[in-house]
């Protein structure tokens, strides 16, 4: 079998589970991309069975800590099935068709994502070891929801950093899928699974816009980075009173109305602004306009700790603004799924920004990404997207 040699002393994350050994902690390997390779100390003893990607500084991802499994079809059919069936049982699946099956390493397939928008799928494959088993991985997904066109967009940056060239299309099946109906919390929204971003939805968001839609009643609401219009619809259907959404993407804005128009909702008391919302919230401050309820939902502005620094900015930047923007009272829901931005580091920088605003500030809430998205405990790395709710004083 092939394997993968470690440094002296460079087991120690392995044996807390984590999935990722980097190249400096790699001593020696004879593989090829995608292969499974075993990996073991530098004494030899083996501790997991791991996919090679000689290009990556992620050189090897876990497939399992049991070094007796065996990697092959059937492997992946029992992960897969888990992981649909942990999506099954929760409350979720009674409230949207629209779900995230697989998580990557968080459900033990490392550089997988697929989501469900009603009858379709969209698959990444976003490492080395899944582009290997991609047929397998695709027949087993057919076959296990029933859903027969499974769209691939494995046209995220990341796969460059594994050497793979970009693929976007029908895997499996062909229909038209520039706008999959999905329904969420009853409310009607259309999936452009060929050219949105990421996969077409942002699921990770479902909770926080019900929640976003439960305290909207009666309000001035401004969404910023709109999207397609989901926390803007939300908030209508929760009885806001108008809503201001600024988002820079036309396409985005288009498919944001056509969601308003399938809804049975009083689309007149919606305005999508196609804007930069850095600017856009200066003008609006210098007009003394002012809302009751804000939502911040930027863009990946850091991705990795590297790009700390620069995002933090950024944040501080907006959030000052929105808390600028917010009458007494008023309500800002901020996020970031920044993986190079803590929490931590995330709560002071808005708490930088309600200082510098003049604002008295409190956190009353704090969001996550949604349950069809798990972290595993052994893998931090699963846990993005994080928002605070923060009422204005
Ligand atoms: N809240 C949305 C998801 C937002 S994703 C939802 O629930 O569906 C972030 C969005 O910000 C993307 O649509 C992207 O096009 C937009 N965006 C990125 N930079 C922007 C900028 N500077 N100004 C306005 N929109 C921006």
Known sequence: MNSLTL????????KRRHPWIFSGAVEKASAKAGDTVE?????????????????????ARVWTFDVRDVVDEKFFRLKLEKAISLRNNL??????????????????????VVDRYADVLVAQFLAAGVERWREEILDALAELTGCEAVFERSDAEVRKLEGLQPRTGFARGNRSASRCPIVEHGLDFRVDVERGQKTGFFLDQRENRQRVRALAAGREVLDGFSYTGGFAIAALAGGAKRVHAVESSAEAIQIARENLAANPLDAAKVEFVQADVFKHLRLLRDQGAR?????????????TAGHARNAARAYKDVNLLAFKLLTPGGLLATFSCSGGVSAELFQSIVAGAALDAGAEAKIIERFGAAADHPVALEFPEGDYLKGLLVLKG
Do not use: W
């Not at 090679?52 to 500084?57: I, M, R």
């Not at 809302?291 to 991705?303: E, F, H, S, T, W």
């Open 91 to 112: 409350p979720a699946s009674k409230h949207t068709n629209a779900v995230r099956l697989v998580h990557g390493e968080s459900d033990g397939l490392p550089g997988l």
């Open 291 to 303: 809302y009751d309820l804000i939502v911040l939902d930027p863009p990946k502005l850091a991705p």
């Open 39 to 59: 990996v073991r100390d530098a004494a030899g003893a083996p501790l997991a069975l791991a996919a090679y990607s000689p290009k990556s500084q992620i050189r």
């Open 7 to 14: 440094k002296r002393g460079r087991e120690k994350s392995l």
